[in-house]
C-alpha cells in the first residue's frame, strides 16, 4: 500500500484532495445541508439562525468524522507497514486522510470566521490550529503514518457529540432510552479514543525519541510533539469538565432522593426543569464541552 521513504520530499500530490474537501465542506454547509435538513426534518425550519448555523456545521463535523473514522480503522486493520516503520513509510491512505482533515478544518475555520459570534471558541481555534499544523506535514512529506493515523481515532467520538445535540434540538427527552443511551456512548468513546490512548501513543512517540529516523526529520519533529500536547491538554480539559459535570449532578441528585419525603420522586431526574437549572448554573452558554445542556462540536 506504500513505500519506504528514503529522504523528505516537498509533494503537492495530495494538496487537490484537501482543496477538494475544502470546497466540499462549504458547500454542504452553505447550500446542500440547509435544503436536506429541511426537507427531512420539519423541526429545521423552527430553529433560529444560530441554531440552523450550528445545525449545518454539526452536519459538516458528522460526515468528515464518519468518512475519516472509516478510514483510519481500514488502515488499522489493513496496513501493517505503518507500525513497523512508523515514521520514514508513506501510506497514501494515510496521506489521503490527513488532506481531508486539514481541508475540512480550514472550512470549518473559514466558517467559524464567518459566524464567530455564533461559533467563536479559543479552545476550538487552537484544537483547528495544531491539527492543521500536524496533518500539512504529513499530508506534505509523507511521514509519520502511524502517528498521524493513530490521533485520527479521536473522530470515533465526535458522532455522538453531535448526535447528542441533534436529540436535543428535535425534542428528544433528556430521560429517554435513546437520549440515555446516546451520552453513554458519548462519554464511554470520548475516554476512550481521547483519553484512554495517550499512554499509548506517548510511549510510542518515547520509543523513537531520538533515534536516527527520528533525527532525520529535523525540524518536523515538533509536529509529532507541540500539537500532540496541546490537543492532549485540550481533550484532558473537555473530559475534566464532563467528569465535574457528572459527579455533580450524581450528588445533586442523591441528596435531592435523601431530602425527599417520597422516594419515588422525579423532580431531579433527567429532563425536569430543576435538572436542567443545575446543569445550567455550572456550564458555560456555549461549551465546547459534550454536556447533556449543551454540546458544541467537537472535532
Known sequence: ???????????????????????????LFRYASPKMSSKFSSKYNLLSHEDQVDWNNR??????????????????????????????????????SCAIVAGYMTSDVIIMAVHYQQMGEVFYV???????????????????PYFANYRLVAEF?????????????????KSSAVFVSNGVAMALTFFLVRIAVMPSYWHRVYSVYNTPGFNRLGYIQLCLIIPCV?????????????????????????????DSPNPNSTKFLPGSAIFNKTLSSFMPKRSLVPTVVNTKKID
Not at 126 to 144: F, P
Not at 230 to 258: H, P, Q, R, S
Open 126 to 144: 487552537l484544537h483547528h490550529g495544531a491539527s492543521i499544523y500536524a496533518y500539512y506535514y504529513v499530508m506534505t512529506y509523507g511521514v509519520l
Open 59 to 96: 452536519v459538516n463535523s458528522t460526515v468528515h468524522s464518519v468518512v475519516v473514522s472509516c478510514m483510519c480503522a481500514y488502515t488499522m486493520l489493513s496496513d501493517n507497514e505503518i507500525t513497523e516503520e512508523p515514521i520514514w513509510w508513506d501510506s497514501p491512505l494515510v496521506r489521503t
Open 230 to 258: 496541546i490537543l492532549d491538554v485540550i481533550n484532558i480539559y473537555w473530559f475534566y469538565k464532563i467528569c465535574v459535570g457528572a459527579y455533580k449532578i450524581c450528588c445533586m441528585f442523591f441528596e435531592t432522593e435523601n
Open 157 to 173: 467520538s465526535t458522532p455522538f457529540v453531535n448526535q447528542r445535540w441533534f436529540l436535543t434540538q428535535l425534542g428528544y427527552e
Open 1 to 27: 500500500m506504500g513505500h519506504r521513504l528514503d529522504n523528505l520530499r516537498f509533494d503537492t500530490t495530495y494538496y487537490p484532495v484537501a482543496a477538494f474537501s475544502c470546497a466540499f465542506f462549504l458547500y
